[in-house]
């Protein structure tokens, strides 16, 4: 029997009127509710609005002296970090300047290790870190955002290595 021929697909009208066209849409259309449904969790499990795999990023600079690790997407008030790696000679003072938008759009709520010396470079701030015998300085920011919408950052080190960062608030 085809499932076109089921009386219960047929539309009726003893003991309550039904209209099976109207309710095979609305079925549908649920089925369509459900799949999105489901979509969705399955990209915010993923990372698209906080953190997970969509929402972890690394840059690099072309030369390998710099490496900045961040977080693509944020919620409006949450706290992440940003860390960057720098490479420079060993136990001597690395500039790295960040500029744009990260200080419009974020917080800077604690930077560890804390810089040697910090000042304000137009809309941005430098930063002077110590590195290791091996040449290396790490430097992990903790921002809170304080903002909506897409924010744009350039991480330079005073080598010329330089980065460009995209993150988005959402509310």
Same mark, same amino acid.
């Given at each position: 029997?085809?499932q076109?021929?089921?009386?219960?697909?047929?539309?009726r009208?003893y003991?309550? !009127?039904? $209209?099976? &066209? /109207?309710?095979?849409?609305?079925?549908r259309?649920?089925?369509?509710?459900w799949?999105? /449904?489901v /979509?969705?969790?399955?990209?915010?499990?993923?990372? #698209?609005?906080? +953190?997970?795999?969509?929402s972890?990023?690394?840059?690099?600079? =072309? $030369?390998?002296?710099? +490496?900045?690790?961040?977080?693509?997407?944020?919620?409006?008030?949450?706290? $992440? =970090?940003?860390i960057?790696? #720098?490479?420079?000679?060993?136990?001597?003072?690395?500039?790295? &300047?960040?500029?744009?938008?990260?200080?419009?759009?974020?917080n @800077?709520?604690? #930077?560890?290790?804390?810089?040697l010396?910090?000042?304000?470079?137009g809309e941005? @701030?430098?930063?002077? /870190? #110590?590195? $290791?015998? !091996?040449?290396?300085? &790490?430097?992990?920011?903790?921002? +809170?955002?304080?903002? @909506?919408? +897409?924010?744009?950052?350039r991480?330079t080190? =005073?080598?010329?290595?330089? @980065?460009?960062l995209?993150?988005?608030?959402?509310?």
């Amino acid at each position: 029997m085809a499932q076109s021929d089921h009386s219960d697909l047929h539309s009726r009208h003893y003991p309550v !009127d039904e $209209d099976m &066209a /109207l309710q095979r849409r609305v079925w549908r259309f649920e089925r369509v509710g459900w799949y999105t /449904l489901v /979509l969705l969790i399955g990209l915010t499990l993923a990372g #698209l609005f906080s +953190r997970g795999p969509l929402s972890n990023a690394e840059r690099h600079s =072309a $030369d390998g002296q710099l +490496r900045v690790e961040y977080q693509r997407f944020m919620r409006n008030g949450a706290s $992440d =970090a940003l860390i960057i790696h #720098l490479q420079g000679k060993p136990g001597e003072p690395i500039e790295v &300047a960040i500029n744009g938008q990260l200080l419009q759009g974020f917080n @800077v709520e604690m #930077l560890q290790p804390q810089p040697l010396k910090a000042s304000t470079a137009g809309e941005g @701030v430098r930063l002077w /870190l #110590l590195s $290791d015998t !091996d040449g290396r300085a &790490a430097l992990h920011v903790t921002l +809170r955002s304080d903002g @909506v919408g +897409r924010f744009a950052t350039r991480v330079t080190s =005073a080598s010329g290595a330089s @980065v460009q960062l995209s993150q988005f608030i959402y509310p």
